[in-house]
């Protein structure tokens, strides 16, 4: 029986079997909230994503056109029995990065192209403080008028302006028109005089149309001049007023070289366009730089052995040209950086007169792919020309509303929004700023509503993180103002702090209301609260899950024994307080922090103590540790120079010996990177299987069991195990290699088992599979215990990193450190561990960071999660708010502590969450 969609109340899924789903079926109510619970790796993202999103996209090919076959080819099945109730998806999720160097958040939100239109239609350029005029003939006719009576009126029009030759022709053309005197190089002569031209002089020439003295009866008469001037002069005009000279145009000009401004319009303030990008950096607003912080990080070694020698090897011009450098100074080019003398090297960095230098040779040599490729050996700095705005000079010196298109995108979202609010009375009536600025607070209010205030408009979209670019997206979705839309979202919580989490339900009950169904995969309590429906998927990850714990509404959830997201809210399972507090004894000390929103900062870090820097978003946590500490750190503990001068002092580095900073960027671009082969146990698997008699009975090696070498891989994939498609409009598809059947290797190499699975059988385990199959094996068992231990157990050992959220990326890193043997004293900083992780698994995570402190280190946590800021032994509290009402230390101290500050935001939630927990007996 088929429905019409308007009579259908819910989307039924009948069957689903993508990854460890086990036949699921379950009906989500429409034009409602339904979030999907379950511990991380049960399969909420397989059935949210990988099923209902997959099927509305190739249901959607479907109705465009019948050319659309070729691509639901490549889209691939979806194994489910079927879908009922379904309209078009739009999925927003955290993976689908923006790899655009020249995409920023103004450009992401079309904010940035409305603010374009707004300063080519009411901006005016400005020259040394100065506004630089253009007239319409009804603004220089008025001008005229209120030249005073009884003074001498010249009016002119230049026809040669800077120009060799003596002209003939075109004076003869004006002279047989009746005209008879003309201005040359600034001085009056009558067409029968001899004229200072000649064929190699530059000359400018201005016909005098007419020679008036002010007053009434004359004004008919100036009126005609005028306008007889401007068709003339194509739109110039001169005055001579009693002598004094001056240059009137339709046009702007600039005002001491007379030369005509490009005409404004949209791509003049474009940064992607020639017309509008700063010429140094190419509209990029940055650009990369040598310095010692980078290049030359290891001053033990040459420069052949540091990492401009990948520079050197892509452009051996550039080493013959730095050999010669060496050669002419008479220095061996195998000196160790530490040998050379200061000026040696400020030279070699930066230039002198027959050697350019590495900062100069860098900037033109590599493009913008390479300088991708090569971004271990460089650092970019903001551009000095454009201070970052990726803006020309003249785009900068129009203003409207007293500021610049570059002090607008540095502006924070929130203060943007106030700027929009505050024009003055007689603008706002202006037609053409009503709709401009309409459209552009309408965004910004979405945005502001998201929780990213804190952003400005030159924001990179590079930098931003899954969860900010989410909420972007989302912010986006409302203002679209679509109905009968299914949205599914991937943790739109991460990265906001308490506060902010009502601001973000708020949001998406709006996109409800606005007629549309909102599924949501979540671990937040609030969000989860807050649903009309919970669909909890477990009870394990892995092959433990991808069963329906339960569906149906929040109240009765609490009571499913079966649950652990259940037990956790209900309070029947709980991550325990520590008994005590860790004592603090040393400290490292940063004074005089200063960049962004921090301003002159003094702050103590404990050490031999698990610390957490909380904050609401914006705050200035990132910019405190990522920007400043950890740099500072890192280069005193290698003895290097500091790329850059954020700080006063830095005291007490001398207590720790090493420093590791592990934070959520991609493990690695390519699809054959996997978790094995990044914690370094594949080698060990594959010496396992070369081992085996029948590998030797074939004569087969360690290198045809792995997938990056001819020897073993599949030869149609090339060890892929997957095809990509690339389509239009969309995401690259990756199908199954049917070769292998996503394999990625031969079958020779397949059918050599090790206790009875294959190669490719052991890259399919699921971490908590491979930790009981090499039990046996100290050293890898070892290693994977590790990954489990960070909650990290439900993923495959094969699958390809690009595919690990930002969270997951962090907790492998984690892993891959908590299985080296360490000596001395270690500072271990995290950015959000907990993203993506359950109850259940932040309780583990917490356990591996507590064993790390145990151990004599010292693990600093940025973080809003609750459960984590309560364990913790020091809390530093940034705020009071974001952006530039942040950049300050609110509060410090133990999590009781912090509760009792009234100027904390996080005191106030932690007040709450300590009162509901209790110490671990």
Known sequence: MHFAISEMKSIKVFNARVHNLKNVSIEIPRNKITVMSGVSGSGKSSLAFETIYKEGQKRFFETISQSSSQILGQLGPVEVDDITGLTPTIAIDQKSQVKNPRSTVGTLTDIYDFIRILYAQLGRPYYKGRAIQAFGKEELIQYCQKIKKGQKLIILAPIIKKQRGRHDITLAKYQSLGYSRLRVNGEYFEFDDKLPMSRNKLSSVELVIDRIIIKESNNDRMIKSLLLALKIGQGHLLLDIDGKIEFLSENYVHPETNEALPSLSPRIFSFNSPDGACPHCQGLGSVPKISSYNYLCYRHLSLLDNPINLVFEKFPDLERLTRNFYKKRKYDFNLSIEELPDQLINELIDGNDDYKGLNHYLHNILSEYELDTLEQCYHLTKCNACEGSRLNEFARSIYFNKKNIAQIIQMSLDELYSFFNSTPAQLKKNEVYQ???????????????????????????????????????????????????????????????????????????????????????????????????????????????????????????????????????????????????????????????????????????????????????????????????????????????????????????????????????????????????????????????????????????????????????????????????????????????????????????????????????????????????????????????????????????????????????????????????????????????????????????????????????????????????????????????????????????????????????????????????????
């Open 435 to 921: 709709k401009i600025s309409a459209e552009i607070q309408s965004r910004l209010h979405y945005l502001i509503e998201v929780g990213v205030s804190y952003l400005n408009l030159n924001r990179g979209s590079q930098t931003l993180s899954g969860g900010e670019l989410q909420r972007i997206r989302l912010a986006n979705q409302l203002g679209t103002q679509l109905s009968g839309v299914i949205y599914i979202l991937d943790e739109p919580s991460i990265g906001l702090h308490q506060r902010d989490n009502q601001r973000l339900i708020k949001i998406l009950e709006k996109l409800c209301q606005q007629g549309n169904t909102l599924i949501v995969v979540e671990h937040d309590e609030d969000t989860m609260r807050a649903a009309d429906y919970i669909i909890d998927i477990g009870p394990r990850s892995g092959e433990d899950g991808g069963k329906v714990i339960y569906q149906g509404h929040f109240n009765k959830f609490l009571k499913c024994s079966d649950s652990l997201t259940a037990q956790y809210l209900a309070g029947d399972l709980k991550i325990f307080l520590p008994n005590q507090r860790r004592k603090i004894h040393k400290k490292i000390k940063l004074t005089g922090a200063c960049e962004n929103n921090i301003n002159n900062l003094t702050c103590e870090l404990p050490l031999e103590v698990l610390t957490c820097v909380s904050g609401v978003s914006g705050s200035g946590k990132s910019t405190l540790f990522n920007n400043i500490l950890i740099p500072a750190i890192q280069a005193q503990l290698n003895r290097q120079k500091i790329a850059k001068n954020n700080f006063k002092k830095l005291e007490g580095v001398e207590h720790i010996q090493s420093l590791i900073n592990i934070d959520q960027s991609p493990i690695g671009r390519s699809a054959k990177s996997i978790p094995a082969t990044y914690v370094g146990i594949f080698d060990k698997i594959r010496q396992l299987f070369a081992a085996t008699i029948e590998a030797k009975a074939q004569g087969l090696s360690t290198a045809h069991f792995s997938f990056n070498t001819a020897k073993g891989r599949c030869p149609s994939c090339e060890g892929h195990g997957y095809l990509k498609s690339e389509i239009p409009l969309l995401n690259d598809v990756y199908n199954l290699c049917q070769t292998c059947h996503g394999s990625r290797y031969q079958e020779k190499v397949k059918k050599v088992l090790y206790k009875g699975l294959s190669i490719a059988h052991i890259l399919d385990l699921t971490i908590d599979q491979a930790v009981d199959f090499f039990e046996h094996h100290r050293k890898l068992h070892f290693t994977l215990k590790t990954m489990k231990d960070v909650g990290l157990g439900y993923l495959k050992i094969g699958q390809p990193t690009p595919t690990l959220s930002g969270g997951e990326a962090q907790r492998l890193k984690l892993s891959k450190e908590l299985a080296k043997i360490k000596k001395g004293h270690c500072l271990y900083f995290l950015d959000e561990p907990s993203t993506g992780l359950h109850f259940h698994d932040i309780q583990l995570l917490l356990n591996s960071l507590q064993k790390l402190v145990d151990q004599g280190n010292t693990v600093v946590v940025i973080e809003h999660n609750l459960d984590i800021l309560k364990v913790a032994d020091h809390i530093i509290d940034l705020g009071p708010e974001g952006g530039v009402n942040g950049g300050k230390i609110v509060a410090q101290g133990t999590p009781e502590e912090v509760a009792k500050d009234k100027k904390s935001l996080t005191g106030t939630y932690l007040k709450t969450i300590l009162k509901n927990s209790k110490a671990l007996n």
